[in-house]
């Protein structure tokens, strides 16, 4: 029954999470309609700071809740379980507080010296109070993932986003008149109390639970040194992550400016690629992010019971689907770029962007699932060192190459780093694992498909925009076309194959 829960909470959490990252691209959509692509520039350098922030404030201890109450309550340690909730909770306090603090008190130097941009400053001070919020509720919602109430979470973080956005939408047009500075203080404020109401629902949530802290005669220990053995090594990694990806977001912008480009230009770029190009041809990953978050858990549990078959099984069958997935990403941005652009941003130049950087769109989704696929595999120390050499090599072609050649530096280090890190990754996966990698069924006959119906399709929009005057319409039926011919392609190449699906597979993984 305690499987069966798992496997109901994780389709809850999925859902929940595809319907954020919906609601969350049109609220970008709203955004760069009202921001402009210098305003989104603005607001994703905020963000870069701020998520340090978070990472420090936060410091890896849901994830030490989660693990430790779950493993304290199989134990029927039930004090212990109460008291790493309580303990978590305090150490939240304090780091949320500190990292609150320190945003608060150098906010100035953070706008005006290490981002370059005087006019985050307002926003980061607006973002501060929100550090020590966001550590507390975190504590909750590990708490929530380790006894499997996964709903609750779930819903929180629906509601919060739905807060958040008509905050935004009350207070923009009071903003906004007096300059892209306020507009994007505006969007802090309403993250702020997006995470003002996250604690509040997560709390009244857990004061109406019914416990499963049952009473215990045996005192509790100290759990404080066992959460920071947990919540230490997985910061320290975010940190550095978390700090590499910073420097790198912060210095595209200044780069550009000694490359010869206005600060508005620059800013303008920098916006268009990080808070519109990018989050659109990440999209299509969350119904793939929901499949992995499915699947492998999986791979853990037959990799612990050292069944090697099933695990290469799993493994095999998950990169194929992203693989194809990624093609078929590929063959839709490709054919239709200006026409999703307009749809979505109303700007041409965003569709330029989006068909030249959709080719590196299979191995980011290839990195997203082959990094999960070696955490499951306890693999986490080689991911760490393959991000850190991919950062470190960004960092480099950012700061020594942008000045030279310019945006185009940037493009090289983006296809350049992710094209290695996916290398990188494949080849320990290899090492570590049964699995063949089908060059021909996974990549070859998939890009024959994408190219054949990416092709047909764009025949088929023509046809439409001759009859129709609704270029919406035209779009999305070319792309269910494109979609259709491309599966077509992959059976009539064998490159999918339905009589191989084991149903009795199908029926375990559910199952577990």
């Known amino acids: 029954m305690r499987t069966k829960n798992i496997i109901v909470g994780t389709l809850i959490l999925t859902a929940a999470t595809t319907i954020v990252r919906v609601v969350g691209m049109l609220f970008r959509i709203y955004l760069a309609n009202t921001l402009g692509a210098e305003g989104i520039g603005l607001y994703q350098l905020i963000l870069s700071i701020y998520m340090l922030m978070v990472t420090f404030a936060t410091s890896g201890i849901r994830v030490a809740v989660s693990r430790l109450i779950s493993e ?67 504590c909750y919602k590990g708490y929530f993932y380790a006894v499997g109430k996964i709903a609750k979470p779930a819903i929180t973080q629906v509601a919060e986003q739905m807060i958040r956005i008509l905050v935004i939408f009350l207070i923009m047009d009071s903003y906004l008149p ?24 997560t709390w009244l949530f857990y004061i109406f639970e019914k416990k499963p802290f049952k009473r215990s005669s045996v005192k509790a220990d100290n759990m404080v040194f066992k959460i920071l053995g947990i919540s230490l090594p997985l910061s320290a990694t975010s940190y550095l992550n978390a700090i590499l990806r910073t420097v790198e977001n912060t210095m595209i912008p200044a780069r550009l400016l000694i490359y010869g480009l206005s600060a508005e230009t620059a800013m303008s770029l920098y916006g268009m690629i990080k808070g519109m190009v990018l989050p659109i041809l990440f999209f299509p990953s969350s119904f793939l992010t929901s499949l992995s978050s499915i699947l492998i858990p999986s791979v853990a549990g037959d990799n612990a019971a050292a069944n090697e078959k099933k695990v290469s099984g799993t493994l095999s069958k998950v990169l194929h689907f992203t693989a194809i997935s990624g093609v078929l990403v590929v063959a839709v941005f490709v054919a239709f770029p200006n026409e999703i652009a307009i749809a979505v941003y109303n700007d041409v130049q965003v569709g330029l962007m989006i068909k030249v950087i959709s080719y590196v769109c299979p191995f980011m989704y290839l990195n997203m699932v082959i990094s999960s696929m070696l955490n499951a595999l306890g693999e986490q120390m080689h991911s760490f060192r393959v991000n850190i050499i991919e950062s470190a090599l960004k960092i480099s072609i950012i700061y020594f190459f942008v000045p030279v050649y310019g945006f185009n530096a940037y493009l090289f280090a983006l296809f350049l780093t992710t094209i290695l890190n996916t290398i990188m990754y494949l080849t320990r996966l290899l090492q570590v694992s049964c699995i063949v990698f089908d060059i021909s069924n996974w990549i070859f006959k998939p890009v024959a498909a994408g190219a054949a119906a990416g092709f047909l399709s764009k025949f088929s929009y023509n046809i439409f925009i001759m009859n129709s005057s609704n270029n919406i319409f035209s779009l999305i039926s070319s792309i269910i076309i494109l979609m259709l011919l491309y599966l077509i392609g992959l059976i009539f190449t064998r490159s999918v194959n339905f009589s191989s699906i084991n149903i009795n597979e199908i029926k375990r993984l559910i199952k577990r």
């Not at 203080?185 to 109390?193: E, N, R």
């Open 178 to 201: 007096k300059g892209l500075e306020y507009g994007c203080a505006a969007v802090s404020i309403g993250m702020t109390i997006e995470e003002l109401f996250s604690l509040v629902l």
């Open 72 to 138: 304290e309550l199989v134990l029927r340690n039930y004090a212990n379980a109460k008291k790493v909730l309580n303990q978590s909770i305090v150490l939240s306090v304090f780091t949320g507080f500190v990292s609150a603090f320190v945003m608060y008190y150098f906010a100035d130097y953070m706008g005006s010296t290490f981002l370059n941009d005087e006019r985050t400053t307002l926003s980061i001070l607006y973002l501060a109070p929100s550090l020590p919020l966001i550590a507390v509720s975190n």
